[in-house]
């Protein structure tokens, strides 16, 4: 059943969602159509499944397309993601064509002229404005950290950000000096209505785990992500291996592979592969998340979710767990001590100490009142901060503002 914003009134109150409609007011029948690389993976997808029919309810003409890439655009995109995060590349007239090309064919069969408004979201469909006559704004919605770019890949990229009229970043640290264009933070968020966050009973959580042959006799730690380098999923391992030592558990992987990321199945079968022993012992599993409910049980019976990422533009699976009362033990990188209060709601770690993350993580588990305590000040923090009306909220502020 599709959502309206008024069945958020008894989570966020009335006053929020009664602003919510009256900034709509002044926006009645404007267009707005979001561009990104996949329907299925990742947390743009996610949101824009949540956000465009909220848009939609409230007055505004919403829409969500996707751009029609072949197997090496995506390659060629997901090093663009790996370089923004500073990895290398090897950035050649062929790859660049070829990035350009995808680009300009979308263009000649979209009719994105035809809105009131764009917003394109990350690098994969940032030429685009290229390849039309500009007849409104254009929004460029980056997800990821762009703290430290490839600077030949920056400069490429930046021949066409600047053809932009406002650039969407998710921290304040994100913010390039040497861009003109207005750039705004606004912070993702979650749907706590959605089937990965609504409430859950005993009775179906343990009807998911048991579905999943998911043993629930030891505490369980979770990472929830893509199998992506910058998730460090190798390195969550080895965090294990040292928790082991000390205090008898799991390991859950819940992972997705989103479609236009193609390393995700070779770093699976990396990961797969160094964790052999463990999944021979029963102790590490590795679970599919393509189902929300699922990992929604998986979130809900953990002792301790884990996000020991060594990159992160936001990482919306850390709002979920805080949402649940989790304590997240992660890294502090891009958006992520924006969503946790060390000590108080979290624990934020450097990703590259295994040692001060497996502390961390032992400690709550064998404080189970430290983590009931820190769980219930997380989901106070993320239904402030996090939830998917104050993103609309800052979005209908975006629209009136650029109009």
Not at 189 to 201: F, G, T, V, Y
Request: glycine share 6%; hydrophobic share 40%.
């Amino acid at each position: 059943m599709l959502r309206s914003v008024g069945d958020y009134i008894d989570i966020v109150g009335p006053d929020a969602i009664s602003k919510i409609y009256k900034k709509a007011n002044k926006l009645y029948g404007k267009r707005i159509a979001n561009v990104n690389a996949t329907f299925l993976g990742g947390g743009v997808a996610e949101i824009l499944g949540r956000m465009v029919p909220l848009m939609n309810e409230i007055g505004l003409d919403a829409e969500w397309r996707t751009i029609h890439g072949s197997p090496a655009f995506f390659d060629i995109t997901k090093s663009f993601h790996n370089a923004l995060q500073s990895g290398d590349i090897t950035l050649t007239d062929q790859v660049k064509n070829l990035y350009l090309d995808i680009n300009q064919e979308y263009a000649s069969f979209s009719h994105l002229n035809n809105y009131d408004c764009l917003v394109v979201h990350d690098p994969q469909p940032l030429p685009l404005i290229k390849f039309y006559r500009k007849q409104q704004p254009w929004i460029w919605r980056c997800h990821i950290d762009i703290t430290d770019p490839n600077k030949e890949l920056w400069e490429f990229l930046k021949r066409f950000i600047i053809r932009y009229d406002m650039i969407i970043i998710s921290s304040e640290k994100y913010r390039k000096d040497d861009i003109s264009v207005p750039q705004k933070v606004i912070a993702p968020a979650i749907d706590p209505l959605s089937m990965k966050n609504r409430e859950l009973s005993s009775k179906t959580i343990m009807k998911y785990l048991k579905k999943s042959n998911i043993p629930t006799d030891k505490p369980i730690i979770t990472q929830v992500s893509r199998m992506d380098i910058w998730k460090d999923p190798e390195g969550v391992l080895d965090v294990f291996a040292l928790v082991k030592e000390k205090v008898d558990c799991r390991l859950l992987y819940c992972y997705n592979l989103a479609t236009d990321d193609p390393e995700g199945m070779k770093i699976y079968e990396k990961v797969y592969k160094k964790a052999k022993k463990f999944v021979n012992d029963g102790d590490v599993l590795f679970v599919v998340g393509n189902n929300e409910l699922l990992v929604n049980a998986i979130q809900r019976f953990s002792t301790v979710i884990i996000q020991k990422s060594i990159k992160e533009g936001f990482g919306l699976v850390v709002a979920e767990a805080l949402w649940k009362e989790k304590p997240v033990v992660a890294g502090c990188v891009g958006g992520i001590p924006n969503q946790i209060i060390d000590g108080k709601t979290g624990f934020l770690v450097d990703p590259h100490n295994y040692r001060m993350c497996a502390d961390r993580v032992i400690k709550l588990l064998k404080d189970p009142k430290l983590s009931q305590k820190m769980g219930k000040a997380a989901k106070e923090s993320v239904r402030e901060k996090f939830l998917t009306t104050r993103l609309i909220s800052d979005y209908l502020d975006l629209i009136a503002d650029i109009f």
